[in-house]
């Protein structure tokens, strides 16, 4: 069965420091993964995908992951943290059904 | 192109009533999956229909349950609420394409059972 584990459910940085979100996952066969972005009283919005190819993704908003393999790790970051970025992240992993993790919130310190 | 659409926004019922939610998706998109969210239990996924047939089903009683019409728009329907119902309700429609599979959210739809 596949699965996914966010590390952190609450992660602060200072505004400017790079931003670190951490993703593993379970899967039997190679999968698809995502991070979404939520911010309040909103629905999801796609930050960046793996679907296949070239193992760094790069996304919206200066976002991108890695997908490593043998770590079964999908880890988000941006060089540069900015205010707006204070948001709720999800990573997902997708065979039949997507499966998401339980979310990290971002916290931004000015 | 419009995003996905979901109505109500916001809704509020009474322990043992029923609620149907609506989700119209991405023009082209024939796939709509829904999914509840709470505080404690996250996102969790609800079902999928593609072409008016459920293809997934999550781990959810058969209090819920869904249809997808001929035009893609789908509807999910909660039978005898209870208050463990009140969440959050994102409906997502999802495309495959060569760049992969994609899939976005609408809004949601919360919901509050007193």
């Known amino acids: 069965a596949q699965s996914v584990t966010q590390l952190g459910s609450h992660v602060s940085v200072s505004e400017g420091a790079l931003v670190l979100l951490r993703c593993n996952y379970s899967s039997s066969v190679p999968p698809y993964l995502f991070w979404y972005v939520q911010y309040p009283n909103q629905g999801l919005q796609l930050l960046l995908k793996y679907t296949t190819g070239a193992t760094l993704v790069k996304g919206i908003n200066g976002f991108e992951a890695e997908f490593k393999k043998s770590e079964t790790s999908f880890h988000l970051t941006k060089p540069s943290a900015h205010m707006s970025d204070a948001a709720e992240y999800f990573c997902?992993?997708?065979?039949?059904?997507?499966?998401f993790g339980k979310g990290t919130r971002l916290h931004i310190l000015p | 192109k419009a995003g996905v659409t979901q109505t109500p926004r916001y809704l509020i019922k009474t322990r043992g009533q029923q609620v149907t939610l609506s989700c119209s998706p991405i023009s082209g998109h024939r796939s709509v999956s829904w999914y509840q969210q709470t505080p404690g239990q996250g996102l969790q996924f609800l079902f999928e229909?593609?072409?008016?047939?459920?293809?997934n089903k999550g781990n959810f009683p058969g209090r819920f349950s869904g249809r997808q019409f001929s035009n893609s728009r789908s509807e999910m329907n909660v039978s005898t609420l209870e208050l463990g119902d009140s969440a959050l309700y994102l409906c997502?429609?999802?495309?495959?394409?060569?760049?992969?599979?994609?899939?976005?959210f609408g809004p949601g739809t919360r919901l509050t059972v007193t």
């Open positions: 229909y593609f072409s008016e047939t459920q293809r």
């Open positions: 997502a429609s999802s495309l495959v394409t060569t760049g992969g599979y994609e899939q976005y």
């Open positions: 997902a992993v997708k065979n039949d059904k997507i499966i």
